[in-house]
């Protein structure tokens, strides 16, 4: 398996192969049999972002933060669950902290938006206004709290993409 990014925290570029230990052994061997576990990347080995991974594990067991992101996660739901009737919100997919708001024009016929309205890009648009910054992807508006997120702050993300959703499907004066 590569993988990258979350390993330093977010600070440094780091990337890892992992491998069972069987798989491993087969490309282990003497020089004469040309086994050779050819594996890399442009990141894999920098002290400085091995430094802040190994620090960031460090941090992450000395804080018990795996032992709050259940909470965190129950948290997000119950205050999301607000959007689950909203006539303009299909879906609410959550994965522990990570999140999905599928916005459609009928949630009850899952009939998106025309792709060039761009809604998601502009709820997403209108949450910075409010200090919050999430991600379209097409019409679904992705919230991906950082886990050492505090209870307040969490809570202050949620109201203000309930806010921001709403504020953007109210009726507009004529």
């Known amino acids: 398996m590569c993988l990258g990014k979350g390993l330093t925290g977010g600070y440094l570029p780091v990337a890892a192969t992992l491998t069972t230990l069987p798989i491993f052994e087969a490309f282990c061997g003497e020089i004469a049999e040309g086994k050779t576990f050819y594996h890399g990347h442009t990141y894999t080995g920098n002290a400085l972002g091995c430094a802040a991974g190994a620090a960031s594990m460090d941090l992450i067991f000395r804080s ?15 205050h999301l669950a607000e959007l689950a009737d909203h006539p303009h919100v299909a ?3 959550q994965c522990g902290m990570m999140v ?43 919230l991906m709290p950082a ?28």
């Open 64 to 78: 018990g933060l795996l032992d709050t992101l259940a909470g965190k996660a129950d948290l997000i739901r119950s």
């Open 100 to 142: 999905g708001i599928e916005l459609a024009a009928d949630r009850k016929a899952r009939r998106g938006f025309d792709p060039v309205m761009r809604v998601g890009a502009a709820v997403c648009r209108e949450a910075r206004r409010r200090g919050i910054i999430t991600r379209p992807l097409g019409d679904v508006v992705v």
């Open 147 to 174: 886990p050492a997120m505090d209870i307040e702050t969490l809570g202050r993300l949620c109201d203000g993409v309930i806010e921001t959703i709403q504020e953007h499907f109210a009726p507009r004066p004529v």
């Open 91 to 93: 879906d609410i997919r």
